[in-house]
């Protein structure tokens, strides 16, 4: 057997930059680089094997490791998990600032590859500087806080180790039905220490996206439920997109006459204008999906985690005899609520159930209420895109005159949290199969910015726009450097409502009064956040960091920054003042949110009852 002496973190270069994944026949060079931020546990070990030159990772340096963390993120769902980054940090601050990032990437089943750095192995100079110490548990780090939110964890104490933990960190990147976070903490002085490899540990290796085929007995299952039912609805969840499923989807909904409902993660799959489409589905859904879902008598659910937003905390499917159908490659989805589980790849499940449904000359009952219903939420939608805001500027009016812009280029429009994703999932009209990219299993502040940079290095030579709330840009935003540094242009659309709106929202209309949500000063009157509100100019935020900066107050504004925005080559900040509560509200939806039995306000007490009421409604699991 041949060998090669190697270091821990040469070898982890030299392995990771030989994989490969076959999707469907095509060969796809599976890590790209690696991202993130030096420190004293990762820059004399892994960090002097990527300074190397015999390898092709390219490594971007983030500003923030969560920024990093997003960035990979955003990368991989680009490129519907089928290329991938690595990212990594030093120990303990470094290391933890990425925890959050690795759980954003797990819960939307996004394949990332953490590899922080650790602390010694050895334990000889412990304390070292960042070092948590655990009295009761010297095998404890900072890396443990990963496990909560990683599908595979790992820490490298010996060399050799690093042969069996990568080969696991393939095993559950390149599986549709695991994917998410891998971490592999790497003890700063193990990084260093060299090992006489097996030369063909680093062969080119090709894993292969293996696509579950759905059993006869299952489809036979399915088939006979559909038959069953006459009005089943269709949820298509993110699965479907990652799973190139959009067209089966379609031609399924078509056949059978039946109408779908997209989560985040689902829409764009299939075009906003197909007749089945009826927009976002759940908490955040359009009114022609909510109302067709309370009567539908099957749900079936594919490629859906089926989460609290999809499905109104369970108390959308109001037909008593609704059934759900649980397609999903993830055994752990596919049985959630009940389901009859179809443990399956999208696309293969729903060509195979089509073409046993097919032979039986299946039709729903749904009739004229598709085209119906979707007309009327055609209406509505050009209504909220068309709102004259006496005040200047209206946040829906402004996601519209972005839809009327960036649909011709099919620019990819990049968000994750506050009420934009809420007011996108039910208006945005996506052309094209991969231009929504919505983070929101995590919902996590801070991904737009960083996650559209990720895109920009997936789709290079497309828009890549992330539209923000002030809240979530200032969380995080300097990645927006990084951007500048690399000379990508991403193009930042920030509605500033002066504040957390949508929590502000969520607290009043519980009964609370304004508390703690609203971007005001401190009042010495009242000791309270209730005097001038704050005025961030997030322009010239943006000037400073090498960005160009425009400003907007108005429809007539907006509409010139975008197009200046759409010209310009590097990345630009539109800083859009919006009035604060001009956003969307919910059509036909409930949300189970854990409000106080008993308060001052009586506003809070019957907020409450009504809770009990509607949780009355929903199914108990
Ligand atoms: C990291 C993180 N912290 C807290 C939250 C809870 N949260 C959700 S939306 C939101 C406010 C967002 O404010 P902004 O970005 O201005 O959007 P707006 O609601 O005003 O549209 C908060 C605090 C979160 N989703 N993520
Ligand atoms: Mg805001």
């Not at 993120?73 to 990594?88: E, H, L, P």
């Not at 208006?427 to 996650?451: K, L, N, P, Q």
């Not at 290095?457 to 828009?463: C, G, I, K, M, N």
């Not at 429809?555 to 080559?569: D, G, H, I, P, S």
């Amino acid at each position: 057997m041949n060998t090669v002496r190697l270091t821990v973190g040469q070898a982890i270069v030299r392995f990771l930059d030989n994989q490969y994944l076959d999707v469907d026949g095509e060969e796809i060079k599976y890590i790209a680089g690696v991202t993130g931020i030096f420190g004293h546990g990762v820059v004399v070990g892994l960090g002097e094997a990527l300074a190397e030159k015999n390898h092709s990772l390219v490594f971007y340096q983030a500003k923030n490791e969560q920024g990093a963390g997003h960035i990979a993120t955003g990368f991989a769902k680009q490129n519907s998990c089928r290329r991938i980054m690595a990212v990594t940090s030093s120990i303990g601050p470094g290391a933890l600032n990425l925890v959050t990032a690795a759980g954003t990437a797990t819960v939307n089943h996004i394949p990332v590859l953490f590899l922080p750095g650790d602390v010694f192995a050895t334990r000889q100079p412990d304390p070292v500087l960042q070092q948590v110490e655990v009295p009761y548990d010297s095998t404890m780090s900072a890396n443990d806080a990963f496990k909560a939110v990683s599908k595979y964890w790992d820490r490298i104490t010996r060399p050799e180790q690093v042969m069996t933990a990568f080969i696991n960190a393939m095993r559950v990147l390149t599986n549709p039905a695991q994917m998410g976070a891998v971490t592999i903490a790497l003890p700063q002085d193990v990084q260093g220490e060299a090992w006489d490899y097996p030369e063909e540990f680093f062969d080119k290796r090709v894993h292969h996206l293996e696509r579950r085929a759905p059993s006869q007995a299952q489809v036979a299952r399915a088939a006979a439920m559909i038959l069953a039912a006459e009005k089943p609805l269709v949820i298509c969840g993110g699965g479907v997109r990652y799973s190139g499923a959009g067209p089966e989807l379609a031609a399924f909904c078509k056949k059978f006459h039946l109408p779908f409902g997209e989560t985040q993660a689902g829409k764009g799959s299939v075009l906003w204008d197909n007749p089945y489409n009826l927009s976002g589905i759940g908490v955040t859904g359009s009114q022609a999906a909510n109302r067709l879902a309370k009567k539908a008598d099957l749900i079936i659910a594919v490629g859906t985690r089926l989460g609290d937003f999809t499905t109104c905390s369970k108390w959308l499917f109001q037909n008593p005899k609704a059934k759900i159908l649980g397609i999903n490659v993830a055994s752990f989805d596919a049985y959630k609520m009940n389901a009859e589980p179809i443990v399956a790849d999208a696309k293969l499940a729903l060509a195979a159930i089509g073409a046993h449904l097919g032979r039986r000359g299946y039709k729903s009952a749904w009739g004229e209420e598709i085209t119906r219903e979707k007309a009327l939420w055609n209406a509505e939608v050009d209504r909220l895109y068309s709102i004259e805001d006496p005040a200047g500027l209206s946040q829906i009016r402004a996601i519209g005159e972005l839809n009327d812009q960036l649909l011709p280029r099919n620019a990819i429009v990049v968000s994750g949290s506050g009420s934009i994703p809420s007011d996108m999932q039910r208006t945005w009209r996506a052309r094209v199969a991969g231009t929504y990219h919505m983070e929101y299993g995590f919902s996590c502040m801070g991904y737009e910015i960083a996650a559209a940079l990720g895109a920009k290095l997936a789709a290079p030579d497309r828009e890549c726009v992330a539209i923000v709330g002030d809240g979530a840009y200032t969380m995080l935003h300097t990645e927006l450097l990084t951007a500048v540094q690399e000379g990508r242009k991403i193009i930042v659309v920030v509605l500033d409502n002066q504040g957390f709106q949508c929590i502000d929202n969520l607290q009043h209309s519980q009964g609370i009064a304004h508390f703690g949500n609203e971007w005001k000063r401190r009042d010495p009157a009242t000791g309270q956040l209730s005097g001038p509100s704050m005025s961030v100019d997030f322009a010239k935020n943006a000037e400073s960091w090498g960005a160009v900066g425009l400003r907007a107050s108005n429809v007539e504004e907006f509409r010139r920054a975008v197009r200046k925005a759409l010209r310009e080559k590097g990345p630009v900040v539109i800083d859009a003042k919006v009035s604060a509560k001009s956003m969307t509200g919910g059509y036909d939806s409930w949300w189970h949110v854990g409000t106080a039995e008993v308060a001052d306000r009586p506003e809070v007490v019957a907020a409450a009852k009504a809770v009990r009421e509607e949780l009355a409604k929903a199914r108990k699991y």
